[in-house]
T-cell receptor, first 116, second 111 residues
Framework: GAVVSQHPSRVICKSGTSVKIECRSL??????MFWYRQFPKQSLMLMAT?????????EQGVEKDKFLINHASLTLSTLTVTSAHPEDSSFYIC????????????FGDGTRLSIL | GQQVMQIPQYQHVQEGEDFTTYCNSS?????IQWYKQRPGGHPVFLIQ?????EVKKQKRLTFQFGEAKKNSSLHITATQTTDVGTYFCAGRQTGANNLFFGTGTRLTVIP
């Protein structure tokens, strides 16, 4: 079945560091990928929709200059948390679906980000 | 904006008891999906419902989509310890590509 790979799985770094997370669709093309954030014992909150070849669409309250998204190819989207601070510590998960709208999303394994 | 609420937030059941979680959207949905997330894991797709009033079964799991396409339910018959996890519904508005997740129901099964 479809597989989405997310890397790295865990990051621990100092405050002020920028962290890049990669999301790859391994056996299908994804014109759209999604980035979610999940705090402990809470639901997934959609941060932004990553569109191949164009600017990402950010949800209300998500700073686009803080969370940089690049979707340069049909199989890769990256999320960069710039100048991360402890409040950015969270579980970040990407998802993607085949081009056809309405297909179920397949999730990466997630990245647990801890900012000291 | 779109809101998707789930009740209950938590549910503890004895193994063998039934379990139901309800999902309610503030807007009409084009389809609804259900996911299961184990502690420390990522959401895993269970099923998608598209048609008004649709009912689908997967072994002990029964999924239903409301007639108005604004609510849905997941029922588990005779729970097992392997059913432990958080169950999320996720809805997509008509014409939209993004998916909004419900608040989730965390299920604990006591052996």
């Amino acid at each position: 079945g479809a597989v989405v790979s997310q890397h790295p799985s865990r990051v621990i770094c100092k405050s002020g560091t920028s962290v890049k997370i990669e999301c790859r669709s391994l056996d299908f093309q994804a014109t759209t990928m999604f980035w979610y954030r999940q705090f402990p014992k809470q639901s997934l909150m959609l941060m932004a929709t990553s569109n191949e070849g164009s600017k990402a669409t950010y949800e209300q309250g998500v700073e686009k200059d803080k969370f940089l998204i690049n979707h340069a190819s049909l199989t890769l989207s990256t999320l960069t948390v710039t100048s991360a601070h402890p409040e950015d510590s969270s579980f970040y998960i990407c998802s993607a679906s085949d081009r056809e709208r309405g297909q179920p999303q397949h999730f990466g394994d997630g990245t647990r980000l801890s900012i000291l | 904006g779109q809101q998707v609420m789930q009740i209950p937030q938590y549910q503890h059941v004895q193994e063998g008891e039934d379990f139901t979680t309800y999902c309610n959207s503030s807007t009409t949905l084009s389809n609804i999906q259900w996911y299961k997330q184990r502690p420390g894991g990522h959401p895993v797709f269970l099923i998608q419902l598209v048609k008004s009033g649709e009912v689908k079964k997967q072994k002990r799991l029964t999924f239903q989509f409301g007639e108005a396409k604004k609510n849905s339910s997941l029922h588990i018959t005779a729970t097992q310890t392997t059913d432990v996890g958080t169950y999320f519904c996720a809805g997509r508005q008509t014409g939209a590509n993004n998916l909004f997740f419900g608040t989730g129901t965390r299920l604990t099964v006591i052996p």
